[in-house]
Structures are given as C-alpha cells and as structure tokens.
C-alpha cells in the first residue's frame, strides 16, 4: 500500500491508525490492520447521535452567536452554491462538513464541536455515498440556508425542525448505504476480516490519500 500511495511506512502506519479511530479499520495485535464489517445500526445510531448534537448546537447558536457571526457562515455556503456545478463529489462533501463545523461553532461549546469531529470522521465514507446516491441535493442544501435564516430571526423551534430533517436517515436509507460501503470500500459479496494488502480501487484508495491529507494538514 505504502507503494501504492508513495509514502513510507510511518505516515501509513498513522494513517491506518486513524482509520481504526475513526472505525473503518480493525487492528489486531501481531496480526495486523484489517477490514471492518460495517452494520446498518452502526450507520444508523451514528446519524441519530449527529442529529441530537447538532439540535443542541442550534439551540446555544440562538443564544450565543452574533447576527454577524451567523452571517459569515452563510455567506461561506452562498459561496460554495455559486460555485457547485463545478465541484466533485468528494470537494463538495468537504465543503458540507466545513459549513456545519462553522455552524455548530456558532454553539461556542468546544466539546459539543469535538464531539462532532469525531462522528463527522466515523461518517464521511457514508455520506461521501450518501451523496452519490441522493437526488435531493439541491433541496437538501437549501436547507442551510433555512437554518441561517432561523438562526438570524432566532426561531429556535423552526431550526430544530429543518435541521432534524435535513440530517434525518431512514432505515431504507441506513441499508442502501451500507451495501454500497460494503460493495466499494469491503469485500464484494463478504464482510469476512481480511488482512489488507492494497486498496481494492480507487475508491478505497481516496479514502487512505483523504486521511493522510488529513494528517499532514
């Protein structure tokens, strides 16, 4: 893999490391790194946890952030829209993390925004296909503008409810996902452990590059 990638061992090493932190990874001693079966209830509860910290963070933004500081977040995601046609997937998954890490910022509750660090690192392959496969996107991301909008009249009630929808996951949803982790960044056809060698395309290769951008950042 280091081959692959053309990094020595030690970043690699940290990199993998990070991905078994961010449960993507097994490590077993003296055995090694290995693939991670991935269930629906894991996708699922993981999506229930963001909701309920970013519920929180809505209702200590309404009462802790300037009009200002809420304005600045929304012009960063008018910005992004201008320029989303011609983004890629990946850039444009990015960009939906950075706005909601402003957005909860605007809690000024640090450990609310670790929290959250650590469950966007457990779900961004899911929402990376999330995405993909979704055909409301447009509709999805005017949702931002919603919420900036309850933030700046200070409507708590009505930005819980379009923030709880925004980030909402049904089952079927938590499935489809889940097959598609399992068909692209797994094994095809098996979730059985299986020691690494290689990343198996370039999918599961974008995901090492992210994570060792993410480390030397």
């Not at 000024?108 to 392959?125: D, G, S, Y």
């Not at 999805?140 to 980030?167: G, N, P, Y």
């Not at 889940?178 to 995901?207: H, N, W, Y």
Request: aromatic residues 6%.
């Amino acid at each position: 893999m280091g081959r692959e990638l053309g990094v020595s061992r030690a970043p690699l090493r940290e990199a993998l490391n990070r991905l078994v932190a961010e449960g993507l990874l097994d490590f077993v001693m003296n055995k090694g790194f290995f693939r991670k079966s991935i269930s629906v209830d894991e996708v699922f509860d993981l999506y229930q946890i963001r909701i309920a910290l970013e519920r929180r963070a809505m209702l200590l933004a309404v009462e802790r952030a300037t009009d200002e500081e809420i304005r600045d977040v929304e012009a960063y995601w008018q910005d992004i829209m201008a320029k989303a046609d011609s983004m890629s997937t990946p850039d444009l998954l990015l960009a939906d993390e950075e706005f909601h890490r402003r957005l909860l910022a605007l809690s000024k509750n640090r450990e609310l925004c670790a929290m959250m660090e650590v469950i966007t690192r457990r779900i961004h392959v899911a929402r990376h296909i999330d995405i993909q496969q979704t055909t409301w996107n447009s509709k999805a991301f005017d949702a931002h503008h919603q919420v900036t909008r309850c933030l700046l009249d200070r409507d708590s009630e009505t930005a819980l409810k379009v923030m709880t929808e925004h980030i909402d996951m049904s089952l079927d949803r938590a499935i489809n996902i889940t097959k598609e982790m399992v068909a692209r960044f797994f094994l095809i056809g098996s979730v059985a452990q299986r020691q690494i060698t290689k990343p198996r395309d370039d999918f599961s290769e974008s995901v090492a590059h992210d994570v060792l951008t993410r480390i030397s950042d």
